[in-house]
C-alpha cells in the first residue's frame, strides 16, 4: 500500500529540511513514476519550444550522469559511509553537496518506469538499481510489487548484463532526494525517457562522465557500436570500398558512458579521462 511515510525517508527530509511541497513531490515521483514520466515527456513533446524558465526549472531539479561499468559497479560494491566531497577522483560523478551516503549489503532493483511506457520495451525490465536506505525503502514501500531487494552482487551481475548488451549506466540525482544520487538506471536509448528529452527535446539534462571514447587503429570499421551509442557520437568515416572505413568520435557529444565498448568485436574503442566532463550542466549547479 502507497504511504507517504517512510521512517528512512522522515529522516532524510527532516536532516535536508525538505520543504512540505518537496515533500508531495517527492510521493508523486516515487508511488508513480511512469505516469510523471509520461507526463513530463507528453508536455515537452507538445510544446512548440521549451520556455526557458521551465527548461531551468528541470535542470535544477533532476540531472544525470553517465558512468561507465567499472565506476557503476564501484557505486554498489562500496559498504561504507563515504563522503561524496571529491569523490570525483575515483567516480566520474558530480559533488552531491557534501551527503553522506551508505550503500548497505542490500539494493533495491525496480522495473524500469520508461520501460512500461514503450509498446515493445527492450528486455530485461527490472533494471534500475535504488541504493541508500532512504529513497530505497520509500521506494519499496511505494511499490512492492514493482521491486525487490537485492544482493550487491546481484547487482553488480544486472550491471554487466546491461553493458552487454550495449545500454548505457546512468545514474540520477533530484532535489526531492537533497540531490543526492539515488539510482542507477540501465537505460537503451529506444525506451528511455531522460534520453529522448536530450536528444529529442535538446534539454541538456545529461552530462558526462568524466570520459570521452577514443577509438585506435585496430577499428575495422563494423559500425556496431555507432548502432548503440545513445548520443549519436560515433559515426563511420570512408567508404565500404576503397578508404578504409573507421569510427570516429563526436568529442563535444561523447558522453563516455562506455556503452560502445562492449559491441567492439576488435577491442578498438577505450575511455579516456577528461577534466571537462566532470562539470555539472552548466549554470544550472
Known amino acids: 500500500m502507497r504511504t507517504p511515510f517512510s521512517r528512512e525517508f ?3 527530509a527532516l536532516s535536508v529540511g525538505l520543504s512540505p511541497l518537496k ?3 517527492a510521493y508523486v515521483y516515487f508511488s508513480y513514476t511512469s505516469h510523471y514520466v509520461d507526463a513530463g515527456t507528453a508536455l515537452g513533446r507538445n510544446l512548440p519550444k521549451i520556455p526557458r524558465w521551465l527548461e531551468k526549472w528541470a535542470l535544477s531539479s533532476y540531472r544525470g550522469k553517465a558512468a561507465p561499468l567499472p565506476e557503476a559497479k564501484k557505486m554498489l560494491e562500496v559498504n561504507q559511509t563515504v563522503n561524496v566531497r571529491g569523490l570525483e577522483r575515483t567516480l566520474p560523478l558530480s559533488a552531491a ?3 553522506v551516503w551508505r550503500t548497505g549489503d542490500k539494493i533495491l ?5 520508461c520501460r512500461e511506457l514503450a509498446e515493445n520495451p527492450c528486455k530485461p525490465t527490472e533494471v534500475c538499481l535504488f541504493f541508500g536506505k532512504e529513497v530505497a525503502e ?3 514501500k511505494q511499490k512492492p510489487d514493482k ?9 553488480v551481475a544486472i550491471l554487466e548484463d546491461a553493458h552487454a548488451r550495449g545500454w548505457a549506466h546512468l545514474t540520477f540525482s533530484r532535489d526531492i532526494t537533497a540531490d543526492r544520487y539515488f539510482v542507477i538506471c540501465n537505460c537503451c536509448p529506444c525506451c528511455c525517457k531522460a534520453f529522448y528529452v536530450y536528444n529529442q527535446l ?7 562522465s568524466g570520459h570521452r571514447a577514443e577509438v585506435s587503429a585496430a577499428c575495422k570499421g563494423c559500425g556496431r557500436c555507432v548502432a548503440v551509442c545513445p548520443v549519436s557520437a560515433l559515426s563511420l568515416t570512408g567508404k565500404k570500398k576503397g578508404k578504409k572505413r573507421q569510427a570516429v568520435v563526436d568529442a563535444q557529444a561523447c558522453l563516455g558512458c562506455g556503452a560502445c565498448l562492449s559491441q567492439c568485436p576488435e577491442e578498438a574503442l577505450s575511455l579516456v579521462r577528461v577534466p571537462e566532463g566532470l562539470h555539472p550542466v552548466l549554470g544550472y549547479h
Open 23 to 25: 515533500w508531495a513531490h
Open 10 to 12: 522522515v529522516r532524510l
Open 97 to 99: 553537496k557534501d551527503a
Open 202 to 208: 535538446k534539454v541538456p539534462m545529461l552530462y558526462g
Open 147 to 155: 521491486s525487490r531487494w537485492i544482493s550487491q552482487q546481484d547487482a
Open 138 to 140: 520509500f521506494v519499496h
Open 109 to 113: 532493483v525496480a522495473e524500469c518506469a
